[in-house]
């Protein structure tokens, strides 16, 4: 198993641009989440998937959309891309089980914007 | 407000001393909360869960609800603990983590 797979690994864009980040599990989870890492900040929730056919905002959703295309893949797009939003993007996914909850992660993209 | 506070950036320690992570939370609910921990290079992975009460690589954490601190702890510092590790809360019966800022640890040889 692969796990938690996202593509690509880095990423340069000019202010204004458009991209997609791409996510795919292979542990049959439900929920699915995107995060944003950037220093001093810890890790902060953008978008998250309960389940299939589900979008829910998190932390910080502005700037961004998500698509939960099926039960594997989690997209996260950005339609004009900002500085602000240059830092490094994990997605992660989870079976919902409430006692032994356990979010696993991706190796995350790199993104830089110009 | 939800909100999880690491206090440390940085926390820099010699090989066999003891270590703690701080960790502060605040929930008005019954808490949650986990370590993830991110080792150079590799993916940010769970280390323990307070619920379940373990000691994982030697790490344990008490949640101590009168302070809201979830500390880590680890009496023997190694030089492979060296990462940056994240307390979490979740809030609820939903699946999603409230990270605080994280603290990196440096074990010096």
């Known amino acids: 198993n692969a796990g938690v797979t996202q593509t690509p690994k880095f990423q340069v864009l000019k202010t204004g641009q458009s991209m997609t980040l791409q996510c795919a599990q292979d542990m049959n989870h439900n929920s699915m989440y995107w995060y944003r890492q950037d220093p001093g900040m810890g890790l902060r929730l953008i978008y998250y998937?309960?389940?299939?056919?589900?979008?829910d905002k998190g932390e910080v959703p502005n700037g961004y959309n998500v698509s939960r295309l099926n039960k594997r893949e989690f997209s996260l797009r950005l339609e004009s891309a900002a500085p602000s939003q240059t830092s490094v993007y994990f997605c992660?996914?989870?079976?919902?089980?409430?006692?032994?909850?356990?979010?696993?992660f991706g190796p995350g993209t790199r993104l830089l914007v110009l | 407000a939800q909100r999880v506070t690491q206090p440390e950036k940085l926390l820099s320690v010699f090989k066999g001393a003891p270590v703690e992570l701080k960790c502060n939370y605040s929930y008005s609910g019954s808490p949650e909360l986990f370590w993830y921990v991110q080792y150079s290079r590799q993916r940010l992975q769970l280390l323990l869960r307070?619920?379940s009460r373990e000691s994982i690589k030697g790490f344990t954490a008490d949640l101590n609800k009168g302070e809201t601190s979830f500390h880590l702890k680890k009496p023997f510092a190694q030089e492979e603990d060296s990462a940056m590790y994240y307390c979490?809360?979740?809030?609820?019966?939903?699946?999603?983590?409230?990270f605080g800022q994280g603290t990196t640890l440096q074990v010096k040889p």
């Open positions: 979490a809360l979740r809030p609820g019966n939903t699946g999603k983590l409230i």
């Open positions: 992660a996914s989870s079976v919902p089980d409430y006692q032994l909850e356990t979010q696993y």
């Open positions: 307070h619920i």
């Open positions: 998937s309960a389940s299939e056919g589900t979008t």
